[in-house]
């Protein structure tokens, strides 16, 4: 894959550049632990904290790159995006509206305009139904002529390479490649103006995910949709995204230009993250481990992290524009 390439021109703290699609506002997810024997005698948090005030913004026709560790709070923030978690506090507005808490009747016109790709799409597709229905049962719920679901399962398979007479197949049929390609023109049957892509390579061989990706890219441009894409990959994150946005236990904590992020890092911890991949963009030794705790006061990342100052203690440090473009949360930036 390319090194990188030109990047969109974005926003997230200040105003976009180009129309919102997406804006988050300072966002918390909460979720209930399930209770256990052990867990009352040792006093445990009834709940935990997945997405800890996050602010995340995507411009109309871009692509984003979430990226972090696993355990981050990517795959929590990206469906609570889509509404399949409703916020414990802030807001969600998709398209101008504010869907933070709207009920399920009111959501399935919001759906239309969204759609999820899986990690895994065998799991997501029905081993008893064809490739056909498969692609076809998002227009048939939508109300579709059945000579206009024949036109778009058609063109939907031409679009992302797969060839007509797989139609008739099942998912046990196909390829992991093929397999993803038919959960991609699933997502887009409804002409979405969001897709959110979750590890949607991290199964595939290097090939594959290469082709897939390019996919995704001539996808992006011909049909003027955004993506946010959720990944722990880095090079998939600089091959893809126009823009990055760096999660760390549950707190965004720098986002930029993928060309600027990736060329001059600001935050301790994206460099740290950035520093696993070497020169040849092969893997180097794991992070550095620390202690975290997620409802303690002080920075996030204050056990870790090597530019620690007294005030990271106090509360984390507010997410603050650093120039055009990149935002940092960081009271003692590199």
């Given at each position: 894959?390319?090194?990188?390439?030109p990047a969109a021109e974005a926003h997230v703290a200040a105003p976009l550049h180009a129309p919102l699609l997406v804006d988050?506002?300072?966002?918390?997810?909460?979720?209930?632990?399930?209770?256990?024997?052990?867990?009352?005698?040792?006093?445990?948090?009834?709940?935990f904290r997945a997405v800890a005030e996050a602010d995340l913004a995507i411009a109309r026709q871009e692509v984003v790159a979430l990226v972090g560790e696993s355990g981050s709070g990517k795959t929590t923030l990206g469906r609570t995006i889509?509404?399949?978690?409703?916020?414990?506090?802030g807001v969600v507005v998709f398209e101008g509206q504010d869907i933070t808490h709207l009920r399920e009747r009111q959501l399935r016109a919001v759906w239309r305009r969204m759609a999820l790709v899986?990690?895994?799409?065998?799991?997501?597709?029905?081993?008893?139904?064809?490739?056909?229905?498969?692609?076809?049962?998002?227009?048939?719920?939508?109300?579709?002529?059945?000579?206009?679901?024949?036109?778009?399962?058609?063109?939907?398979?031409?679009?992302?390479?797969?060839?007509?007479?797989?139609?008739g197949r099942y998912p046990h049929e196909l390829s992991g490649g093929q397999l993803q390609r038919v959960a991609l023109a699933r997502a887009l049957m409804l002409s979405p103006a969001l897709v959110i892509a979750d590890e949607a390579v991290s199964k595939l061989d290097v090939s594959v995910r290469s082709q897939i990706l390019n996919l995704f890219k001539d996808l992006q441009a011909d049909l003027n949709i955004s993506f946010l894409f959720i990944t722990h990959d880095l090079h998939v994150a600089r091959y893809i995204s126009?823009?990055?946005?760096?999660?760390?236990?549950?707190?965004?904590?720098e986002t930029g230009p993928v060309r600027s992020l990736f060329r001059a890092p600001r935050h301790p911890y994206t460099r740290a993250l950035l520093a696993t991949i070497d020169d040849r963009g092969e893997d180097t030794p794991q992070l550095r481990r620390g202690v975290v705790d997620p409802d303690a006061p002080g920075c996030i990342y204050q056990a870790q992290c090597p530019r620690r100052i007294a005030r990271c203690a106090e509360a984390h440090p507010p997410t603050t524009t650093v120039e055009r473009d990149h935002t940092l949360a960081c009271y003692n930036p590199g």
């Amino acid at each position: 894959m390319p090194d990188d390439r030109p990047a969109a021109e974005a926003h997230v703290a200040a105003p976009l550049h180009a129309p919102l699609l997406v804006d988050v506002q300072n966002v918390t997810v909460r979720f209930r632990r399930k209770r256990t024997f052990a867990t009352l005698l040792s006093n445990t948090p009834t709940s935990f904290r997945a997405v800890a005030e996050a602010d995340l913004a995507i411009a109309r026709q871009e692509v984003v790159a979430l990226v972090g560790e696993s355990g981050s709070g990517k795959t929590t923030l990206g469906r609570t995006i889509l509404r399949l978690y409703e916020p414990n506090e802030g807001v969600v507005v998709f398209e101008g509206q504010d869907i933070t808490h709207l009920r399920e009747r009111q959501l399935r016109a919001v759906w239309r305009r969204m759609a999820l790709v899986f990690q895994d799409p065998l799991s997501s597709l029905n081993p008893r139904h064809t490739i056909h229905t498969a692609l076809a049962t998002p227009l048939r719920i939508a109300g579709r002529a059945a000579s206009d679901v024949e036109d778009r399962v058609k063109a939907a398979l031409q679009r992302v390479g797969l060839p007509l007479d797989a139609r008739g197949r099942y998912p046990h049929e196909l390829s992991g490649g093929q397999l993803q390609r038919v959960a991609l023109a699933r997502a887009l049957m409804l002409s979405p103006a969001l897709v959110i892509a979750d590890e949607a390579v991290s199964k595939l061989d290097v090939s594959v995910r290469s082709q897939i990706l390019n996919l995704f890219k001539d996808l992006q441009a011909d049909l003027n949709i955004s993506f946010l894409f959720i990944t722990h990959d880095l090079h998939v994150a600089r091959y893809i995204s126009d823009r990055v946005a760096v999660m760390f236990f549950g707190r965004i904590v720098e986002t930029g230009p993928v060309r600027s992020l990736f060329r001059a890092p600001r935050h301790p911890y994206t460099r740290a993250l950035l520093a696993t991949i070497d020169d040849r963009g092969e893997d180097t030794p794991q992070l550095r481990r620390g202690v975290v705790d997620p409802d303690a006061p002080g920075c996030i990342y204050q056990a870790q992290c090597p530019r620690r100052i007294a005030r990271c203690a106090e509360a984390h440090p507010p997410t603050t524009t650093v120039e055009r473009d990149h935002t940092l949360a960081c009271y003692n930036p590199g």
